[in-house]
């Protein structure tokens, strides 16, 4: 939902649209002074991704992952550690 000047508005989105995306809400913008005919809304999309997780949860995107063939890997493997010690191996 979108807040449109005084009202709400229900924005369809594709399931590919990426975080800091504009799509254009066509007539639902600032009315022109000239003619009073409304412009378009340009509304910026922010994306929140979830951190804190819980443990099924987790588990639920990691079965979602292997369902679509993505392979998986724990953010944990990926630390500044983690990098060095496998560089030393």
Request: charged share 25%; net charge positive.
């Given at each position: 939902m979108?807040m449109?000047m ?5 924005v369809t ?12 809400i066509?007539g639902?913008g600032?009315p ?7 412009g378009?809304?340009?509304?910026q999309?922010?994306?929140?991704v979830?951190?804190?997780?819980s ?10 992952a ?15 550690f ?6 030393f191996?």
């Amino acid at each position: 939902m979108v807040m449109c000047m005084m009202s709400f508005w229900q924005v369809t989105l594709m399931s590919y649209c990426a975080d800091r995306k504009f799509t254009r809400i066509r007539g639902r913008g600032v009315p022109s002074l000239r003619s009073g005919r409304r412009g378009d809304l340009v509304v910026q999309l922010d994306v929140e991704v979830p951190t804190n997780l819980s443990a099924e949860e987790a588990e639920l995107l990691v079965q979602f992952a292997e369902m679509r063939g993505e392979s998986v890997t724990s953010p944990k493997d990926h630390g500044l550690f983690s990098r060095i010690r496998s560089a030393f191996q």
